[in-house]
């Protein structure tokens, strides 16, 4: 059965730093372009990263460019998204997620591609 687990949320001070970890089972990763949603209280859920199959390519939403970075370890079958200045604004429920596809499709960011979700891990950022 695919799984998407993610791990790594808690509590953090504005200006610090998480490591969150998707662990992938069920499905071959090193096939698959893989990214990070978010979800605010509130707000509308927001793409914040994907990673190709291969690791070469990746994406970055708007309001953590600079800030976040998206890697995968295949032979380990987890992808990680390292959030460093992390921010209160960054106050989430972080999702991994599967896409259908091994390169980030146009429009990775609305949801188009993806095909299966994580139950997400929460992370808070405190002012």
């Known amino acids: 059965q695919l799984q998407l687990v993610e791990s790594g949320g808690g509590l953090v001070q504005s200006g610090g730093s998480l490591r969150l970890s998707c662990a992938a089972s069920?499905?071959?990763?090193?096939?698959?372009?893989i990214g990070w949603f978010r979800q605010a209280p509130g707000k509308e859920r927001e793409g914040v990263s994907c990673i190709s199959s291969g690791g070469l390519s990746t994406k970055y939403g708007d309001s953590v460019k600079g800030r976040f970075t998206i890697s995968r370890d295949n032979a380990k079958n987890t992808v990680y998204l390292q959030m460093n200045s992390l921010k209160p604004e960054d106050t989430a429920v972080y999702y991994c997620?599967?896409?259908?596809?091994?390169?980030?499709?146009?429009?990775?960011?609305?949801?188009?591609?993806?095909?299966?979700w994580g139950k997400g891990t929460l992370v808070t950022v405190s002012s």
């Open positions: 997620v599967k896409y259908s596809y091994n390169t980030c499709p146009s429009g990775a960011f609305t949801g188009y591609g993806v095909s299966h």
């Open positions: 069920g499905f071959t990763l090193n096939y698959y372009t």
